[in-house]
């Protein structure tokens, strides 16, 4: 364990962090200690560790360059097994005990990693390099992408699946805050004074923004108190709040339509891992009136010579480390800026104890408090100068610096080198405009500042402090608490007028703009300016990019990569456009960004799936009956979410064997199927009758009280859509059926052409396919079974006919019995309410025993139907396919409209030749063709074949112990009796063309 | 004219001088008062048009005309799925001779379009997709376009984390597999097309909005242009999810409604997946990139949108769908979501015809999929507009197809065509 | 329940459901029952469809069913243990203490006759799961996209609505709060589960 | 994601919520009396306008009402909900295709109520 040489003193620094409280952590195989309260990234920084990864093009060495979400750099491997995560900022990572993580992109070790040879051979590597070569010999790129392949990509994914549980929740309030910076804070509190429910939530582990970190906040008084005793009563009167909501650790990392926002909340990534039934993360999908954006700025980095070695950071982000932290980023820090605000940074890092080695500062004529303040405690400023170039191997040992000339396009005079062990720079400071942006704000270029502004939006929502570029504390606050104030107004309530916290106002000297520091080599022709830290893109390569034609900045960004990393390129992107401005003799506002696009920072996967995975994946649907299937062995299939016992194995059957027995008791004894599944809607009122007639391809009008008809649904194209029997039981009342698959989608289809087409319609549809559980039992005994369980109803084949429907008491429970038949045989579908499905079949089982009943599933189903042609819609069927494409004509009414109906006489629909459902027999009755084969007339000995069709259904019927096939077939009916072929790939099947019915044709077996 | 051609050898010469050398990919013309053709839209489809018709057609004289950057379009936002394992035979004859001149693309434009024949698997999840995957391969096969199926341990031994238990709420029961499919670098299409076209001679003008179609009669004479009115006896409009803003211009209404479709990648990682995995039932298609991220398709958003962006619930779906079939990718991190803006046709398939206005030529309708038929699509809109009739890998796409009802719906078994 | 024959979706699951309360015994949780579950089995349900702007239609069933139908959208009305749901412009629920169905249905459809409307029998296509507890917004929050918070939605409220990925009448009966979900029988065993499954962070415990 | 005005159930999530297509595409009286053209016409062209679009949505989740919407296909701002049977909204002058005309927001200070604006 190596003591924390880095750590500043407590009385200078005393930071944020609980030094009564250390924690020990592994850092790439070697034992660290930190404190409650660090990063990863500050307890490293407290530990002197800078090198930490690797970059992702070149494998240059990468240090810590930020203190947040921004960070570019600093990406690490967290944890190990299957909490493993890949690419976590160590600057957002808060230190627990035995947190252990390592280097990514590297190998051996992020010391000396191999993969370094890349930025040797940088030279030939340019920007979209790939694209030019690889290209010979043609077969060779599957190789050379196999080396880029291994080359790429950063962190390693997890092995084994996700231990953790993910939550979701929707949330709704009157203002959404986001970021509780001092902005964000008294916009939530005036909103909250107000009486409106609020949701504040900031992406850090504690709340305060710049108050914790910042120079302009650490030391600011608010209402003549130091600004975080301000901060801590803010919070204090926020959570006692009942309607407030405050969410620390809470990204909110995307602004959909109609102020529908996505708030990603990291429950216990700060623990070794989370408690029994404590979720790892949540999604929060809020939907808020009005929203207030106090997102902060983003400090951005100086594009300068080799700006990248371990040690240059961010200067915010290296007061942070030794203010919030009390970590010293160094024993000398070089201070570089463009701006007013790294001097407070370097005063603050003074003030704390750490030595600053100078002040290097663009601009000619540095001056102003800050500048004198720096000069008072004897801090060299170099002003008008710039840094040309860094030294050091895997971390930063000095600087040069030159001077600049008038125009900041070269530089000049003697070469200074500096001694230092870290570099703090300053390129001024981005509004975080992203979430505005998404929210389709539209952004206004401030060229003074040379940065982008939320300009004017129609949206539900308003910009408040440093991301609507107020700079001071005092400005931050009042634009905060106004835009709070507002917001609830808007929403409804009445903000009281209470003047906004007050804090003192101290304005910047302007800073100096230079997109790309010059050096004493033409850019591109030694060392390297960094835009995009990750993805290695430099200053050179967007002059590249610029010559070869990407000029508009979509181009840059995809020829070059430029913020396409992890970091969507926060630091980078507005140089990146800048430089290109620069090179096009363009304006960057003209130039502008590339789209900001969901989300902020990365979401887990497991996040936005959350519990709909695993058991709760989706619904598993099941019918009253479905424990005794369990309980029989049933093997199961699903259809939708729908569980339906395929078939009922005995011991040792096998799927055929099974099927075999299963349709065989069904023609010669009696079988039973749970058929509760299908679709069933009510359909009542004074002209159901005329509904249905517009609905169905056949008429309705004629159908008898307690009979029922077989009909076809078509879509308004003239294709198949679902067919049914449907009953009437009283004038204006029908009893629908659908297809499984078709309940919910045909009800919906009813209810949109009786809403939206035929209001004049009197009709009422209900859906009633849970109401009922419905056991069919079909066979030659079924007569018989229905006599001995006792049901009320003459039986007598002419008192209760073939297609009608009789009510009555089936072993003593209140049923609706059908008499149809979708096997062919005497059928009957026994309709009860659903409590009683099981009782029902109970009682029907014990009672057929002595007829041997037999439980069928649905592939018994599918043969016993395909044994006499019925088509299964969405089998036989596919979209395409007409009722007279079934040979169904006789269902297809001449005499009156329909939905559908027109269609049929279109000019290709009208065709004779069309693909017609027909029977096939293969020569060898053994042989079952697949499902799917498709047919030919003529073999050839090789592929292309001309395909007449395909087989749609195909079993062996053991009732006719051979195998029996339908297919649609082009011209089909016509082909009646001819031979035609099934090539497969490992053989051709010879089949015979035959009407599509198999088994009593003429329809007499259903009567029993 | 940028005669450079690329290669290692050109890339070493260049380091020479710090590639301070390299010339524009293509030139950024001011348009001509008028031209023989213009192709409206700048996206892969758009520039293919225009490099076969002066390759094959010998027609150069020629302008693209692209309201916003080449490849902007859904060209630049797409999941890059390449593969021609397609139902009917019209669809598969297209998408094949697409496939055909993927093969051998990066060589014939001198631009690494990264196709990755790496192979692309359909899941299936019950008996009914196991059938439609079976009659799919039988027919692709027939239609000599190589398709297998495998079975639940082959694919397991291709794609090892995939979950591929029994016991998950929809179990892949098999899959299909068309080895020559893949990816391929979507930008780098856009790019060597133009960069392509550009060199015979075509005008690549971005940042020029078709504003207006100018007829006089019963023919095109034009375009009104952001940048003024440029004349052409023969204009092919293959603006995608524009297309029926453009059709409008002409006083036509065309079988289209465009919708959001989304895409997304993850943070980049170490190769964890190797072939392209699809499954139409769970809704999720996905492939790594070679720069590390999954890339992964979402579903579209139910209702009309000319925004490029879409809805939360689709991603959820999209990644719940994600983390069933692969549980280690629930640690990864979603990068960056996006949408492009598809024209989807009531058959799923692409409409390459003339319309009743004499001049006036549409390739348009390949919603979800189109990526794929990229240079297949040029090569036969080429010949329909320089022949003033379709090809016959085209013929069965026209408009009329509405009219006779002979569509060519590739939806039935697919659900997702991408 | 007094037909021992008689099962209700969730009988595996909820001991409510049960008469000797042993099955399903719900997984503890961390809490101390934040969240309380229970099945009301069984409750009589009729799907009630008519003209609501036609005063001889409201007065018919105000005859019926002793109280005014809700004509406020998602809104209840009821008396003793008869409770109508606003569905729709022309629809209703009304559930009625177990087996009462029969007789309301009855009624109803006898002072109905001879008008354009519709009585259904539903009792068996859904069933209702009572929610209750210190935590019972949270969990629904989980899954349910409407804004429960007191200021919008209080007892008395309806919305059909999804949770999860199941659809719902959501019913919130009193100010505890308790809320009645209404779900369609075979999406409640995954409605339950999901439930539970959300509830564990609270604790959550078996009602009655 | 979307917040609808549900006609009878107030503003509800789009997820709530099945679209129908453009709106005011009558069924043909007599059909039979139409071309093919005709009938194509009906069935599959659509003006599938950028800028304001009518059309159908129902309230699956809620109480199953069909009813009509009037947004702006580039903004997605919703300008008018109205009831099936209703007129659209008299002020509002259908959408040429291809004419991005910007829709007045509802009232700027309307909760969750997006303007219109030109395209990406
Ligand atoms: C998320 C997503 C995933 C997809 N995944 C796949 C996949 O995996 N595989 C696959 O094969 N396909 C996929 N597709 C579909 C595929 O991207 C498209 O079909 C294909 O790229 C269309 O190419 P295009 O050139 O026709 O259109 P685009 O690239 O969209 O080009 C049309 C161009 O026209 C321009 N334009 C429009 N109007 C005008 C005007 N008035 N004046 C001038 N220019 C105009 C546009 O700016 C645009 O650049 C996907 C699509 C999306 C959105
Ligand atoms: N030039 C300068 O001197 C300068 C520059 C920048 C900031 N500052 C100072 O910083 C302070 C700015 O105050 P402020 O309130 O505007 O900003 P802030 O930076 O203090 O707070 C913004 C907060 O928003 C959070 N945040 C950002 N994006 C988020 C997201 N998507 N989801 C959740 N949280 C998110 C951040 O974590 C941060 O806590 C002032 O004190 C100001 O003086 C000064
Ligand atoms: C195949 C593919 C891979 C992509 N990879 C990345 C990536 O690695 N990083 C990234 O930021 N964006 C990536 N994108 C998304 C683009 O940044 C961008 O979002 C997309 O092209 C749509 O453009 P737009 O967001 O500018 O509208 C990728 C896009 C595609 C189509
Ligand atoms: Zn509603």
Redesign the pocket.
């Known amino acids: 364990m190596s003591e924390q040489s880095h750590r500043l003193d407590a009385a200078a620094a005393p930071g944020r962090i609980d030094r009564g409280h250390p924690l020990r952590f592994v850092f790439n195989g070697r034992g660290y200690e930190g404190f409650a309260g660090d990063t990863l990234a500050s307890a490293l920084i407290a530990n002197g560790v800078h090198l930490v990864g690797r970059s992702f093009k070149y494998h240059r060495p990468r240090g810590i360059v930020g203190s947040?979400?921004e960070e570019p750099n600093a990406l690490v491997q967290l944890r190990t097994g299957e909490r493993t995560e890949p690419n976590v900022r160590a600057t957002q990572a808060e230190l627990f005990d035995g947190l252990i993580a390592s280097s990514q992109n590297c190998w051996p070790s992020v010391g000396f990693d191999l993969g370094a040879i890349n930025d040797m051979a940088s030279r030939i590597l340019p920007a979209g390099f790939y694209y030019k070569t690889f290209m010979w010999p043609p077969s060779a790129w599957m190789f050379y992408e196999g080396l880029i392949r291994r080359a790429a990509g950063l962190g390693r994914a997890p092995d084994d699946p996700d231990p953790d549980r993910y939550e979701k929740r929707f949330a709704h309030c009157d203002v959404l805050v986001?970021?509780?910076?001092?902005?964000?804070?008294?916009a939530a509190l005036a909103a909250a004074r107000a009486g409106a429910r609020v949701v504040l939530?900031?992406?850090?582990a504690e709340?305060?923004?710049?108050?914790?970190a910042?120079?302009?906040?650490v030391g600011?008084v608010i209402d003549g108190r130091p600004a975080l005793d301000w901060a801590s009563a803010a919070l204090g009167e926020l959570a006692s709040n009942k309607d407030v909501t405050l969410l620390p650790r809470?990204?909110?990392?995307g602004y959909y339509d109609h102020n529908a926002l996505a708030?990603a909340e990291r429950v216990a990534d700060h623990v070794a891992k989370p408690r029994q039934f404590q979720p790892r993360q949540r999604l929060w999908k809020l939907r808020a009136r009005r929203v207030v954006l106090?997102?902060?700025?983003i400090?951005r980095p100086l594009v300068f010579r080799d700006n990248d070695r371990p040690g240059i950071m961010l200067a915010?982000s290296a007061a942070a480390y030794g203010m919030r932290y009390g970590a010293a980023v160094g024993r000398r820090v070089l201070v570089f800026t463009n701006?007013?605000?790294a001097y407070?940074a370097a005063l603050a890092l003074f003030d704390a104890g750490v030595g600053i080695a100078g002040i290097v500062d663009l601009r000619p004529a540095a001056s102003g408090k800050p500048v004198e303040d720096a000069r008072a405690r004897g801090i060299e400023v170099l002003a008008g100068w710039a840094l040309t170039a860094t030294d050091g191997p895997s971390k930063v040992r000095a600087a040069l610096a030159m001077q600049l000339d008038e125009a900041g396009a070269g530089v000049q005079g003697p070469i200074r080198r500096i001694e230092c062990d870290a570099i703090a720079m300053s390129g001024?400071?981005n509004p975080?405009v992203?979430?505005y942006s998404q929210a389709r704000g539209k952004l206004r270029y401030d060229g003074a500042q040379g940065i982008f502004l939320p300009g004017r939006t129609e949206q539900a929502l308003a910009v408040?402090?440093?991301?609507?570029g107020?700079?001071?504390?005092g400005?931050?606050l009042a634009?905060?608490a106004a835009a709070g104030a507002a917001a609830a107004e808007a929403a409804g309530f009445t903000a009281a007028s209470a003047p906004a916290p007050a804090a003192a106002e101290e304005n910047?000297s302007p800073a100096r703009l230079l997109w790309v520091v010059p050096s004493d080599r033409p850019l591109g022709e030694g060392g390297k300016h960094f835009v995009d830290f990750q993805n290695d893109v430099t200053a050179a390569d967007i002059g590249l990019a610029v010559r070869e034609g990407y000029k508009s900045v979509e181009h840059l960004k995809r020829y070059t990569t430029s913020g396409m990393g992890t970091d969507q390129g926060k630091l980078g992107n507005v140089h990146a456009l800048g430089i290109l401005a620069e090179v096009t003799a363009a304006e960057p506002g003209a130039v502008g960004t590339t789209t900001f696009r969901p989300p902020?920072?990365p979401v887990g996967f497991g996040t936005l799936a959350g519990r709909d995975v695993g058991a709760l994946a989706d619904p598993v649907r099941t019918t009253a009956m479905h424990g005794w299937h369990v309980a029989a062995g049933a093997v199961f299939e699903d259809v939708g979410q729908w569980k339906r016992p395929h078939y009922y194995p005995r011991p040792g059957e096998s799927l055929h064997d099974a099927v075999n027995r299963e349709v065989k008791a069904a023609r010669t004894g009696v079988g039973i199927l749970d058929a509760s599944t299908l679709g069933k809607i009510d359909i009542q009122g004074p002209d159901a009758a005329e509904f249905l007639n517009r609905i169905y391809t056949n008429a309705w009008t004629k159908l008898e009280i307690g009979r029922a008809r077989y009909g076809f649904m078509c879509r308004e194209d003239g294709m198949v859509f679902d067919d049914g029997v449907t009953t009437r039981l009283a004038a204006g009342h029908f009893h629908m059926t659908t297809t499984t698959g078709g309940a919910a989608r045909v009800l919906s289809w009813l209810e949109e052409w009786a809403q939206t087409e035929w209001p004049e319609l009197r009709v009422y549809m209900t859906s009633v396919t849970e109401q009922w559980a419905v056991a069919a039992i079909a066979g030659p005994h079924a007569r018989a079974l229905l006599a001995k369980v006792g049901t009320g109803i003459d039986l007598d084949a002419k008192a209760f006919p073939f297609m009608a429907m009789r009510e009555g008491n089936v072993a003593g429970i209140p049923a609706r019995v059908f008499r149809i038949s979708f096997t062919g045989e005497l059928s009957y579908e026994i309709n009860v309410p659903a409590r009683y499905g099981m009782a029902l079949w109970q009682a029907l089982m014990a009672a057929g025993a002595e007829f041997g009943i037999t439980p069928y599933g649905t592939e018994a189903m599918h043969v016993l139907r395909a044994e006499k042609g019925f088509v299964i819609v969405g089998q036989d069927t596919d979209g395409t396919v007409t009722p007279i494409d079934l040979g169904m004509d006789w269902i297809v009414s001449k005499a009156k409209d329909f939905i559908g109906k027109r269609s049929l006489s279109r000019a290709d629909t009208a065709r004779g030749d069309r693909k017609q459902l027909v029977g096939l027999l293969t020569d060898d009755p053994r042989v079952v063709l697949p499902e799917g084969g498709q047919i030919v007339a003529e073999l050839k000995p090789e592929p292309p074949m001309a395909m007449l069709g395909h087989v749609t259904s195909s079993y062996f019927s053991a009732n006719l112990d051979r195998s029996i096939a339908l297919a649609l077939v082009r011209n089909g009916r016509q082909r009646i009796g001819a031979a035609l072929h099934v090539p497969l790939a490992d053989r051709n099947i010879r089949v015979k063309v035959v009407e599509p019915k198999f088994i009593d044709p003429e329809g007499r077996r259903q009567d029993g | 004219m940028p005669a450079a051609r690329y290669s290692i050898f050109s890339l070493l010469r260049n380091a020479a001088t710090y590639h301070r050398e390299w010339q524009a990919a293509w030139r950024s013309p001011d348009p001509k008062p008028a031209y023989d053709v213009i192709i409206v839209g700048g996206g892969g489809h758009g520039l293919a048009t225009a490099y076969y018709l002066a390759k094959e057609h010998r027609i150069s004289n020629v302008a693209v005309l692209e309201k916003g950057w080449l490849g902007g379009g859904n060209t630049g936002r797409n999941t890059t799925i390449v593969r021609s394992n397609y139902l009917w035979d019209e669809s598969a004859h297209l998408y094949e001779h697409s496939l055909k001149l993927w093969e051998s693309l990066s060589q014939e434009l001198n631009f690494n379009v990264m196709f990755s024949p790496r192979g692309v698997l359909n899941l299936a999840h019950n008996l009914h997709d196991l059938r439609e995957l079976q009659r799919r391969v039988n027919a692709i096969r027939l239609n000599g376009i190589d398709s297998e199926i495998l079975t639940t341990a082959q694919v397991k031994a291709m794609v090892p984390i995939l979950n591929c238990s029994p016991n998950i709420r929809y179990p892949v029961l098999g899959a299909s597999l068309q080895r020559r499919g893949g990816v391929a670098r979507h930008d780098a299409v856009a790019w060597g097309f133009a960069r392509g076209a550009d060199a015979l001679g075509v005008d690549i003008i971005q940042n020029c909005e078709v504003t207006g179609i100018r007829r006089e009669g019963d023919r095109v004479v034009g375009v009104e242009t952001t940048r003024g009115f440029i004349g052409a006896a023969k204009i092919g409009c293959v603006a995608a999810g524009h297309s029926s803003v453009l059709a409008s211009m002409a006083g036509l209404r065309l079988p289209i409604e465009s919708h959001p479709l989304q895409a997304l990648v993850s943070e980049p990682i170490k190769p964890i997946l190797h072939t392209v995995v699809m499954s139409a039932a769970v809704h999720v298609y996905v492939s790594q990139s070679d720069k590390g991220e999954l890339v992964i398709g979402a579903g579209i958003d139910a209702f009309n949108s000319y925004a490029q962006r879409g809805s939360l619930p689709i991603i959820e779906e999209i990644m719940a769908s994600a983390c069933v079939l692969f549980p280690m990718f629930s640690r990864l991190k979603m990068l960056r979501s996006w949408a492009g803006i598809v024209d989807v046709c009531p058959d799923a398939s692409p409409i390459i015809s003339g319309t009743p206005v004499k001049g006036l030529y549409f390739n348009c309708g390949w919603g979800t999929g189109g990526f794929k038929a990229t240079p297949g699509s040029g090569w036969v809109f080429a010949h329909t507009l320089a022949q003033d009739r379709p090809h016959p890998l085209n013929a069965a796409f026209s408009l009329e197809r509405f009219t006779s009802g002979a569509l060519i719906d590739e939806h039935g078994a697919a659900a997702v065509a991408h | 329940m007094a037909d021992p024959s008689a099962l209700s979706p969730l009988a595996g699951r909820s001991p409510s459901s049960r008469a000797d309360g042993a099955a399903g015994a719900l997984p503890p949780g961390v809490g101390q029952g934040g969240v309380v579950m229970a099945e009301r089995a069984l409750v009589g349900k009729l799907v009630l469809r008519g003209d609501a702007d036609d005063a001889g239609f409201r007065d018919a069933v105000r005859g019926a069913l002793g109280f005014d139908l809700p004509l406020a959208a998602n809104t209840a009305s009821g008396a003793e243990s008869t409770t109508a749901l606003w569905l729709g412009p022309n629809e209703w629920l009304v559930a009625t203490a177990p087996g009462a169905e029969t007789a309301a249905a009855v009624s109803l459809k006898v002072a109905l006759s001879g008008r354009h409307a519709s009585v259904t029998d539903v009792s068996d296509s859904r069933t209702v799961i009572r929610l209750s507890g210190a935590n019972a917004r949270d969990v629904l929050a989980k899954g349910c996209p409407i804004d429960l918070h007191p200021r919008v939605f209080g007892p008395g409220r309806v919305a059909q609505s999804l949770v999860a990925r199941a659809g719902v009448i959501l019913h919130q009966v009193d100010e505890s709060p308790t809320f009645d979900l209404y779900v369609v029988a075979s999406f409640a065993g995954y409605l339950w589960d999901w439930l539970v499954d959300a509830a564990a962070e609270f604790g959550v415990a078996a009602g009655r | 994601m979307l917040l609808i005005d549900c006609p009878w159930c107030g503003p509800r999530d789009e997820n709530e919520f099945q679209y129908g297509g453009e709106a005011h595409i009558a069924r043909p009286k007599d059909p039979a009396l139409l071309s093919d053209a005709q009938w194509a016409d009906y069935l599959f062209m659509r003006g599938n306008p950028k800028g304001r679009h009518r059309e159908r949505w129902m309230h699956r989740s809620g109480c199953r009402r069909w009813f009509n919407v009037e947004r702006d296909t580039v903004s997605h701002a919703i300008t008018a909900v109205y009831r099936m049977g209703e007129a659209p909204p008299a002020t509002a002058k259908p959408a040429a295709t291809g004419d991005a005309t910007s829709a007045e927001p509802r009232s700027s200070g309307d909760p969750g109520q997006w303007p219109a604006g030109g395209a990406e």
């Open positions: 947040g979400s986001v970021g509780a910076g001092p902005a964000g804070l008294a939530c900031d992406e850090q709340m305060g923004g710049q108050l914790l910042h120079p302009r906040g600011a809470t990204t909110c990392f708030l106090a997102t902060g700025a400090e915010g701006n007013d605000s407070r001024g400071w975080a992203h979430l408040a402090g440093s991301c609507n107020a700079w001071s504390l400005a931050c634009e905060g910047d902020y920072t």
